[in-house]
């Protein structure tokens, strides 16, 4: 049955030197479209010079028309500010940006990201990246854009969810919808001042998590993906517990119960000489999980094992309790 989906084009502006941060772009906005976005009408495509279609006239002009047809920008810089390109501007990236203001001032494009990897300032001066600090301290002068720094390639992986997720709540809560030719500049709501974007909080993740596996038709994968984002930021034990817990469970629905069963296992290892009620109920929680997963490995006798050890954690809980209680009562 044909689906009506809302695609939004997303811009990825950079000089050399970048090339992991602009594959790891593409491929979050690819996993974030297929384990969260398409399922909810949404599909995010990213555009760069590498999509650019080769043709007759200056480069730099075919990818600006690129930008031109873009709903978001997002631009990363580092050491490099890049070279001129004949339409006046020092680089590409210097011209690619001028543009995005323009179409950002114009309500043509939805918001404009700014990212700065982390600098290490040693060493002789360099031409190149005395421009992109001069860049640097008149955005952050000007404030108007909220800019943000990372140091890692994995800080700059959950940077493009958090904005992804930010969009997709964007759209959600928006009036009407947007072809997949893009909308008519009537239909594009204003523009809103960039805020400081927050990273989805552990409770997110898991939530969604949770809505995606109980779906008429569950999809796991998604929830797998949610459940490995909120572990990865997990605050405490219990966040983390929460989050490996729904893992695991999607990794047995989606066939992988070797995975599964590690996954429960952790939980119940960490937990095992706890004797907060919390952490005690998630300990039995993951061992009666990672029973029933051992069963579809049919590893029984291992599965018979961790029930007895249900049985004995239960006992010692009530024991530590009782020797809890009657010292409370000591004179």
């Not at 399922?39 to 995010?44: A, D, L």
């Not at 360099?126 to 955005?139: T, W």
Request: charged share 25%.
């Amino acid at each position: 049955m044909p689906k009506q989906l809302t695609q939004y084009r997303v811009f990825i502006g950079s000089p050399s030197g970048l090339e992991e941060e602009r594959r790891c772009f593409s491929d979050r906005l690819y996993k974030f479209t297929q384990r969260l976005a398409e399922p909810r009408g949404v599909v995010f495509r990213s555009v760069g010079w590498e999509e650019t279609i080769g043709g007759v006239g200056r480069p730099q002009a075919l990818i600006n028309e690129e930008l031109k047809q873009c709903d978001y920008a997002v631009f990363v810089l580092h050491v490099r500010w890049g070279t001129p390109t004949g339409g006046g501007y020092r680089s590409g990236t210097e011209e690619e940006w001028a543009l995005a203001e323009e179409l950002y001032q114009a309500k043509t494009i939805r918001n404009i990201a700014l990212l700065f990897k982390s600098i290490n300032l040693r060493g002789m001066p360099d031409p190149q990246l005395s421009a992109v600090l001069e860049f640097k301290k008149r955005i952050y002068e000007g404030k108007q854009y909220f800019p943000r720094d990372y140091a890692t390639i994995e800080d700059f992986r959950d940077w493009i969810d958090a904005h992804l997720a930010r969009w997709l709540n964007d759209h959600e809560s928006a009036p009407g919808q947007i072809s997949l030719a893009g909308p008519p500049i009537e239909m594009i709501a204003a523009a809103e001042p960039m805020g400081p974007i927050v990273a989805p909080s552990p409770d997110y993740w898991i939530a969604e998590a949770t809505r995606l596996t109980e779906l008429a038709v569950p999809d796991f994968a998604g929830a797998l993906f949610c459940a490995q984002k909120a572990a990865e930021m997990a605050g405490s034990d219990i966040e983390w517990a929460r989050a490996r817990n729904i893992g695991g469970v999607s990794q047995a629905n989606l066939g992988r119960f070797d995975e599964a069963t590690r996954a429960f296992g952790e939980i119940a290892e960490r937990f095992s000489h706890s004797i907060e009620p919390d952490r005690r109920y998630w300990q039995a929680q993951a061992l009666y999980s990672k029973g029933i997963a051992l069963g579809w490995l049919d590893r029984s006798e291992e599965a018979i094992a961790v029930y007895a050890g249900i049985a004995r954690a239960g006992r010692q809980g009530a024991l530590q309790q009782g020797q809890e209680a009657r010292g409370a009562r000591s004179p």
